[in-house]
């Protein structure tokens, strides 16, 4: 299976961006996807992620979403009301489960990322 994540960018602060991870060579309907970002010089943190259930981390306070269309084989994440602090960059990651985790060893496939940039 490939991930590919697009769909970031530069915004203010208080923007909003969505962020689309396509996979190839597999169908998503049947494996959890999940969002985690890194910000320079931290360590990758979990975000979101969806399969049986939906999962946030406790710090996205309702800010972002994360949604799939199975048809497409797509999952987005819709962040709103973004901070400078959010400024990382977004991979997309599928396990071979619907469980979600907020465990990155426990996803075995990976996109490449996307780097979201909020100004201040």
């Known amino acids: 299976v490939q991930l590919q994540a697009s769909g970031g960018g530069l915004v203010p602060t208080g923007g909003s961006l969505t962020l689309s991870c396509a996979a190839s060579g597999r169908t998503l309907s049947r494996n959890a996807l999940a969002w985690f970002r890194q910000a320079l010089g931290k360590e990758r943190e979990f975000v979101a992620a969806?399969?049986?259930?939906?999962l946030y981390a406790d710090w996205v306070n309702g800010r972002f979403t994360i949604s799939r269309d199975n048809a497409k084989n797509i999952v987005y994440l819709q962040m709103n009301s973004l901070k400078p602090e959010d400024t990382a960059i977004y991979y997309c990651?599928?396990?071979?489960?619907?469980?979600?985790?907020?465990?990155?060893?426990?996803?075995?496939?990976w996109g490449q990322g996307t780097l979201v940039t909020v100004s201040s």
């Open positions: 969806s399969g049986l259930s939906r």
């Open positions: 990651a599928i396990r071979d489960s619907q469980v979600v985790t907020r465990v990155s060893s426990t996803y075995t496939h």
